[in-house]
């Protein structure tokens, strides 16, 4: 299997090299040229399987020889080791025909531990097997960040910087990157919001000069390495609740569209996904497409969900792509006209877009209600992210069981919790003296050539 770039111009890739890349060299998102399908019957045979297990059955297919079966099952075995559930992802009732997927169990409490601790274990095994030192750079709305230092911190062959809008993020993230002591760890705190700090990363990597010197990767959710390891909890979720016998539906909290996006993988490999829903905070740019066919950036505005304060959504290029039949050409020209405020996507691609994916917003207050609501009737405390997917998926509940991602556990978000719900919500216990260790960050102007300065000055 081969990596193409979303835009058409860049060569193709192995899984190794996409993954070590990220961003490929047109600006484009690498995807795999054709997506491998399982069976019915395969898809049955994962009920009653371990985690891993299942993981290695979705994954396997799409990493070509980039580690043979043994070497991927004991990398798949380590990324997961250290969650505090044994189930990995459990699941959990809420209502008559309501899910809610547990994804909070890793080690810095969000779901984006699933894809780099995975991450952390393949890099870790390419690297040590090519002798190559990469530097790692990312930009966060707060989870990512601690979830790549958190994967990242102590390995050899990295150095890791991620950049976080200063002031932005909550205090439980802030602290899960600024006290790991490790020296490969960089947190740098820029003047700027998520979108600057994303920009930032982009613009290092069409840097070429930059990016050869100080040997750039990339682990945003742009990595394609991240979308695949997020696809096996679709297939978990989905086979405890009857597939491939029966259908199932998810609701998404959603910001750079890359955990949606591996639910729309999981869909194409032949998982019987029924309704795809989007859910997205008042910054609803992915809304507002999916009901309009407009794609138009507006302001960024600070929510309770700060992980989904996005106005340009990376991942959705990937549904783009496939929107366009595959045409990097029409891509390009769309991300050309985005740099001036927005785009008008074609009648053929909106509707393959409406066909694909629901979609719909929550406001600060429904947000609000929903944490105490679920509270008062459900028993169940939801992160404010969280709370945003359950408040949609309740305008899309139907006859096929609704599973909402529980994208972040409620401690990391103490202060909307506690203001919505009145209980406080404590930290699990590996995690109980993080207000005591000492911080460490580094202030930065939100300007390119201050950060790569900061960069180059510290792997030197
Ligand atoms: C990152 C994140 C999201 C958004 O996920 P995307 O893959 O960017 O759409 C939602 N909730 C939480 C808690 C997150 O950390």
Redesign the pocket.
Known sequence: MQYISTRGQAPALTFEQAMLTGLARDGGLYVPDTVPTLTPAQIAAMAGKSYEEVAFDVMRPFIGDTFDGATFKTLIANAYAGFGHAARAPLVQLDSNHYLLELFHGPTL???DFAMQLIGQMFQAALSRSGDRVTIVGAT????GSAAIEAFRGLAAVDVFILYPHGRVSEVQRRQMTTPTEDNVHALAVDGDFDDCQAMVKNMFNDFAFREAVKLAGVN?INWGRVLA?VVYYFTAAVSLGAPHRQVSFT??????????AGYIAKRMGLPIADLVVATNRNDILHRTLQTGAYTKEGVAPTI?P??D?QV?S?FERALFDAYGRDGAAVAGQMDDLKSGGFQISQGAYQMLKDTFKSGRASEDETHQAIKTYRQNHGELL?P??AVGVHVAEAHLGPTPMVTLA??HPA?FPDAVKAASGVTAPLPPRMADLYDRPERVTRVAGELAAIQAVIRERIS
């Open positions: 969000a779901f984006k709305s707060g989870d990512t959710s997020q998404v909290p959603t910001g750079n569209f890359g955990d949606i996006f969900s992980s989904m996005i959504s991942n992160c992210h969280t994208t972040a990391k």
